[in-house]
């Protein structure tokens, strides 16, 4: 037999009525069924708790001794009890998400400006990475949550990626300088003589774009390369070239034009990843929740569709 904590609680119930009857009371039991409780614990300590002392009890020396173990038990029960409903109920905890530099420009902040308004106690910790990165962090721990640009070939079979949103890629120029072309939309093609911005390598947008005007018949010649996101759209603000980029990260650059590619365009899916058998904690679940729905209902960017 085992010393519970039920059988504790009726123990210090006893010590501070020093009364069977009255702790029952305040207990909200029968007087018979505390008294089997304490007889219980008796038998499974080996020695008497209590003893009767002109119509009250008195702690015998095993009693003596119990008293502030069991004091401290029931102490640490109770804030072990009380941290968990806290993290339960989202009243703290912490979340562990990731996201491209693209996404932590353009919807990241609006979902954690929801989710903060929601759930202020809730710690957040973003990590912006390339979508390699970000899949080596989730696979090591370090993240609970990321939003990457889905691979073609998948990723891997440890993690689980849900598509969330799909998005076109645009060509981003200087809206005080003319066009990258007259017309409505540009074809690919028409990039083969115009410099381009282009990102450093290992980021997620220069394989893209190298691999398209590869398919296209040519290769991009470069203004500048190097830079990640925001480096990339300075660029292009200061008239250095132009830049394949999401229509996303254009929606506050109004020193920047976006012109659409003609068909069949290039698009990318972004899928919401975390570890296959892992289960997410509270806060974690809560912000995907929060993610989902601010995709479902809030207002996207020209070019972004939910999935």
Same mark, same amino acid.
């Given at each position: 037999?085992?010393?519970?904590?039920?059988?504790?609680?009726?123990?210090?119930?006893?010590?501070?009525?020093?009364?069977?009857? $009255?702790?029952?009371?305040?207990?909200?039991?029968? $007087?018979?069924?505390?008294?089997? $409780?304490?007889?219980?614990?008796?038998?499974?300590?080996?020695?008497?708790?209590?003893?009767?002392?002109?119509?009250?009890?008195?702690?015998?020396?095993?009693?003596?001794? !119990?008293?502030? !173990?069991?004091?401290?038990?029931?102490?640490?029960? *109770?804030?072990?009890?009380?941290?968990?409903? =806290? @993290?339960?109920?989202?009243?703290?905890?912490?979340?562990?998400?990731?996201?491209?530099?693209?996404?932590?420009?353009?919807?990241?902040?609006?979902?954690?400006?929801?989710?903060? %308004? =929601?759930?202020?106690?809730?710690?957040?910790?973003?990590?912006?990475?390339?979508?390699? *990165?970000?899949?080596?962090?989730?696979?090591?721990?370090?993240?609970?949550?990321?939003? @990457?640009?889905?691979?073609?070939?998948?990723? *891997?079979?440890?993690?689980?990626?849900?598509?969330?949103?799909?998005?076109?890629?645009?060509?981003?120029?200087?809206?005080?300088?003319?066009?990258?072309?007259?017309?409505?939309?540009?074809?690919?093609?028409?990039?083969?003589?115009?410099?381009?911005? #282009?990102?450093?390598?290992?980021?997620?947008?220069? *394989?893209?774009?190298?691999?398209?005007?590869?398919?296209?018949?040519?290769?991009?010649?470069?203004?500048?390369?190097?830079?990640?996101?925001?480096?990339?759209?300075?660029?292009?603000?200061?008239?250095?070239?132009? %830049?394949?980029?999401?229509?996303?990260?254009?929606?506050?650059?109004?020193?920047?034009?976006?012109?659409? !590619?003609?068909?069949?365009? #290039?698009?990318?899916?972004?899928?919401?990843?975390?570890?296959?058998?892992?289960?997410?904690?509270?806060?974690?679940?809560?912000?995907?929740?929060?993610?989902?729905?601010?995709?479902?209902?809030?207002?996207?960017?020209?070019?972004?569709?939910?999935?």
């Amino acid at each position: 037999m085992e010393v519970q904590l039920q059988q504790l609680r009726y123990f210090l119930a006893v010590v501070e009525t020093r009364h069977f009857t $009255q702790a029952a009371d305040v207990l909200g039991v029968s $007087q018979p069924t505390l008294s089997k $409780q304490i007889h219980t614990l008796e038998t499974t300590l080996g020695a008497p708790l209590f003893e009767r002392v002109r119509g009250a009890v008195a702690l015998t020396a095993a009693g003596e001794t !119990l008293l502030p !173990l069991a004091r401290r038990m029931i102490a640490d029960a *109770d804030t072990a009890r009380d941290a968990v409903q =806290e @993290i339960v109920g989202l009243r703290r905890g912490r979340v562990r998400v990731g996201a491209t530099p693209s996404l932590c420009s353009s919807l990241v902040p609006a979902v954690l400006h929801r989710f903060r %308004a =929601e759930h202020p106690d809730i710690a957040l910790h973003v990590n912006e990475g390339s979508s390699q *990165d970000l899949i080596a962090d989730l696979l090591a721990r370090d993240l609970d949550l990321a939003l @990457i640009v889905q691979p073609e070939q998948g990723v *891997d079979a440890a993690l689980h990626a849900a598509p969330v949103l799909r998005e076109s890629l645009v060509v981003a120029s200087v809206a005080s300088g003319p066009p990258p072309t007259v017309f409505r939309e540009l074809a690919l093609t028409d990039l083969r003589d115009t410099p381009l911005v #282009m990102f450093r390598p290992g980021y997620d947008l220069r *394989d893209v774009t190298l691999e398209a005007c590869r398919r296209a018949g040519f290769l991009p010649r470069f203004a500048v390369e190097g830079g990640e996101m925001d480096a990339v759209l300075a660029f292009v603000e200061a008239g250095l070239g132009v %830049a394949l980029v999401p229509s996303m990260v254009l929606a506050n650059r109004p020193l920047l034009r976006a012109t659409p !590619l003609a068909p069949p365009g #290039m698009r990318r899916t972004i899928a919401l990843a975390h570890r296959r058998r892992a289960v997410l904690p509270h806060a974690a679940e809560a912000l995907r929740a929060t993610l989902l729905d601010h995709i479902a209902t809030g207002e996207l960017p020209l070019g972004v569709q939910p999935l």
